[in-house]
């Protein structure tokens, strides 16, 4: 009987593979969409658990007075509209800007 083990395998046939030439100008690794939102969602997830770690640690109460109304609120919770009130007049100037840049590209396509 023969020893299995005493032969050298044999090495099966390959075939030697080619890569794809790629197409000039085309980045395989480019970024996309998919990949934008994944960093978004990646991004928005750090900032919740930053936002949730600061409202853990900032709940003692404190007087709030605005424009004649008084009352209490955890001091979190009221930086926290302050900050949404001041994100969202922002916006509301940054959507007038692009509004009226609009407007003005229309009438020079115009004229």
């Known amino acids: 009987m ?5 032969t050298p395998p044999t090495e099966p046939a390959t075939e030697p593979t080619t890569k794809p030439e790629p197409v000039p100008g085309r980045d395989p690794l480019r970024g996309s969409r998919t990949s934008g939102i994944w960093v978004a969602v990646v991004g928005l997830g750090v900032v919740l658990l930053l936002l949730i770690i600061f409202i853990a ?8 007075s605005y ?16 900050t949404a009130a001041g994100l969202f007049l922002a ?3 940054g959507s007038l800007r692009i509004l009226q840049l609009r407007r003005r590209v229309r009438r020079e396509k115009r004229h």
Not at 2 to 6: K, L, R, T, Y
Not at 67 to 80: C, I, K, R
């Open 91 to 93: 916006a509301v100037a």
């Open 57 to 64: 640690q900032n709940t003692q109460t404190v007087n709030v």
């Open 67 to 82: 424009f004649g109304w008084d009352g209490e609120a955890p001091l979190a919770v009221t930086l926290l509209i302050a």
């Open 2 to 6: 023969s020893d299995a083990s005493a």
